[in-house]
């Protein structure tokens, strides 16, 4: 493990990002570790719909993603999925398939699998930033591969890789987004029969429905611990006036309250103290968590990792959040069992505790995994394999392939 640690004087004073690849433990130095390099030698991109099953605002008929698969020059294989949503960020099925096949994977072929960081600079350089990384999501699938490809030629998992002890089992957080109130009582009860104990509730609608929503789910689930994702749709004033109210309720924290660009805002809301203010859509790089942590305008984030460029920048902002004494909560996009099984993998690596809203299990009905993920008393496992800890069936790949 990495002791080397900033104090939180020491994060807002530096004025570079230099200083911390070294503090950050970074994984692209995995690679010293071998005396012979593998190389890439084919990289393949399978679009595929997974079958859905409930209502989710953010799911079309079906979840699409963009599987990755990763072949090295001496047959080893890595998977990976990309995880676009066009309702939830800019980048479409279509966009993520092509940059992985025409921009991505030409110039990575030969490369040494086990050098993340030269990889990352080639996409980067690919696909430039503007004001954050350039097309995240389609970047976190081929990393996610490279990472389970290496997890696979060195036999580790990715707590193993990163030095961490991994963990057991994740507890995860029941997703309310109700159009009606009068629908609310029977997902409470689904979820509870299903052993959840925890709920996540969307928001960022009216203000007078949103706030009977979560005092409605309090009543029932006094216990539980609540939190209200507004997805960006609250304006300044009405975020100000919401925050306290929700925060009367029983609500532990209001995630991504503002659009992303909304920087003022998030000051004010910091500076109110109401409640916790954690940033979800507006944090896609780790410099960019860094300038806004500088910026005093967040207690936290709400991590996901398809948003991030994959995990490699996902380990550097948790440990970026660890070290400045910062809030994460674990979430997701809806992830099938690949991308899944990598966030599982990331949570249990720094010993995640509190619930998770990872609700591919509860609105997805299909897989590509040989053995699905499961999820029993509102928990799951982390998977203990090498790279992801899971395997694919191929044949179910094509199964659910469409074309693109």
Request: with cysteine.
């Amino acid at each position: 493990m990495n002791n080397n640690k900033f104090s939180r004087r020491d994060f807002l004073e530096s004025s570079t990002l230099g200083a911390f690849s070294y503090a950050l433990g970074a994984s692209g130095t995995v690679g010293e570790r071998q005396s012979q390099p593998v190389t890439i030698e084919r990289i393949e991109v399978f679009p595929v719909s997974y079958p859905v099953k409930g209502e989710f605002k953010f799911l079309e008929g079906g979840r699409l993603s963009a599987v990755v698969k990763i072949i090295a020059d001496d047959g080893a294989v890595g998977w990976g999925e990309s995880i676009p949503s066009h309702l939830w960020s800019y980048e479409t099925m279509e966009t993520v398939t092509t940059t992985i096949r025409n921009y991505l994977a030409p110039p990575l072929i030969g490369h040494n699998v086990f050098d993340l960081n030269g990889i990352h600079q080639i996409m980067n350089q690919q696909i430039a930033p503007s004001f954050q990384t350039g097309q995240p999501i389609a970047k976190s699938g081929v990393d996610m591969a490279l990472h389970d490809l290496i997890g696979r030629i060195t036999n580790q998992s990715l707590s193993q890789m990163w030095g961490r002890m991994p963990g057991e089992e994740i507890t995860l957080s029941w997703t309310l987004n109700p159009s009606e109130i009068d629908e609310l009582e029977s997902l409470i009860e689904e979820g509870r029969r299903q052993g959840y104990q925890h709920f996540n509730v969307k928001v960022g609608t009216t203000p007078d429905f949103d706030l009977a929503l979560c005092k409605h789910v309090k009543e029932q689930v006094p216990d539980g611990f609540l939190w209200a994702d507004a997805n960006g749709g609250y304006d300044r004033m009405t975020a100000m006036e919401i925050a306290p109210k929700l925060a009367d309720i029983g609500v532990e924290v209001l995630e991504q309250p503002l659009p992303s660009n909304r920087l003022t805002g998030y000051r004010d809301l910091k500076r109110q103290g109401a409640l916790p203010i954690l940033m979800d859509e507006g944090i896609v790089s780790h410099e960019t968590l860094m300038e806004f942590i500088r910026l005093d305008l967040l207690d936290g984030i709400a991590m996901k990792l398809p948003r991030c460029g994959g995990l490699m920048s996902a380990k550097r902002q948790i440990e970026i959040i660890e070290d400045a004494g910062l809030m994460f909560l674990g979430s997701g996009l809806t992830d099938p069992g690949l991308s899944l099984a990598a966030t599982l993998q990331l949570y249990g690596a720094f010993n995640y505790g509190l619930p998770a809203a990872l609700n591919g299990p509860q609105f997805l009905a299909g897989s590509i995994l040989k053995d699905p993920l499961q999820v029993k008393r509102g928990r799951v496992s982390v998977p203990a394999g090498p790279g992801l800890g899971v395997e694919v069936d191929e044949s179910k790949v094509q199964e659910l392939s469409i074309e693109i």
